[in-house]
């Protein structure tokens, strides 16, 4: 029901920026708990955040804590993830998920994924 589609990704140096974007189809965007998550090349998808439905509750991964950002835009439907301070170990495939009432850090608790879009840092 839900189609998410994911953009922003890219190549970047250590150090550098990047802002993800995962539009939203459908009317019901703004009920939805929103997650991102990462996978790299060889390992398991990991959690990097996840927003409540109004943007009130974000949590993060230790991992990016301080350098990323989680925010949504419900009149856009629309979540961003920003990227700062980027390091090699971000490499990685970047998914939103979309479908829990409340954020949660486990894939399974989600319904609907983006298609994925690759973020690669260099160093």
């Known amino acids: 029901q839900e189609q998410l589609i994911e953009s922003g990704g890219g190549l970047v140096q250590a150090g550098g920026s990047l802002r993800l974007s995962c539009a939203a189809s459908?009317?019901?965007?703004?009920?939805?708990?929103m997650g991102w998550f990462r996978q790299a090349r060889g390992k398991e998808r990991e959690f990097v955040g996840a927003?409540?439905?109004?943007?009130?509750?974000?949590y993060y991964a230790d991992s990016v804590k301080g350098r990323f950002t989680i925010s949504r835009d419900n009149a856009k439907n629309t979540v961003y993830l920003q990227m700062n301070s980027l390091k090699p170990e971000d490499t990685a495939v970047y998914y939103c998920?979309?479908?829990?009432?409340?954020?949660?850090?486990?894939?399974?608790?989600?319904?609907?994924w983006g298609q994925g879009t690759q973020v690669t840092v260099s160093s």
């Open positions: 927003i409540n439905w109004s943007g009130s509750r974000i």
């Open positions: 459908g009317r019901t965007f703004s009920s939805y708990a």
């Open positions: 998920a979309a479908g829990s009432i409340y954020p949660s850090a486990t894939t399974d608790e989600y319904d609907y």
